[in-house]
């Protein structure tokens, strides 16, 4: 592939992705309402609202926040694709050991530490 094809095929991910974003973030919308009320529900019970878009806020926010979580599947797996094109036979086998310590040492980021 020259660079001009892989450019234009960056161009379609992140259009595929972009649009995967609003769709789940339109999803998000819809069911942001039950989602904030769990939330609530099950962290601090009780919310006071202090200025009249402080709530539409910050159920826009959540709606967007749930649109990454719904649209991740599909724009992770469509990026790992494109991203691979490139690689050697030898860079291919070292993308799942790398992947998975790379999982490995984010799960152990926030191990407790001791202070002296």
């Not at 992705?17 to 009780?46: F, K, N, P, Y």
Request: aromatic share 4%; charged share 20%.
């Amino acid at each position: 592939m020259s660079f001009l094809q892989h450019l234009d095929e960056l161009r379609l991910v992140l259009m595929r992705s972009l649009l995967a974003v609003a769709a789940g973030a339109i999803g998000g919308l819809a069911a942001g309402a039950a989602v904030m009320e769990d939330v609530i529900r099950r962290t601090v019970q009780h919310v006071v609202v202090l200025a009249p878009m402080e709530a539409f806020n910050e159920r826009l926010k959540l709606s967007v926040v749930l649109g990454l979580a719904i649209a991740l599947r599909s724009s992770r797996s469509r990026s790992g694709v494109s991203s691979c094109r490139g690689c050697s036979r030898r860079e291919r086998r070292l993308i799942l050991p790398l992947a998975l310590s790379r999982c490995m040492l984010f799960a152990l980021g926030p191990w407790p530490r001791t202070t002296t």
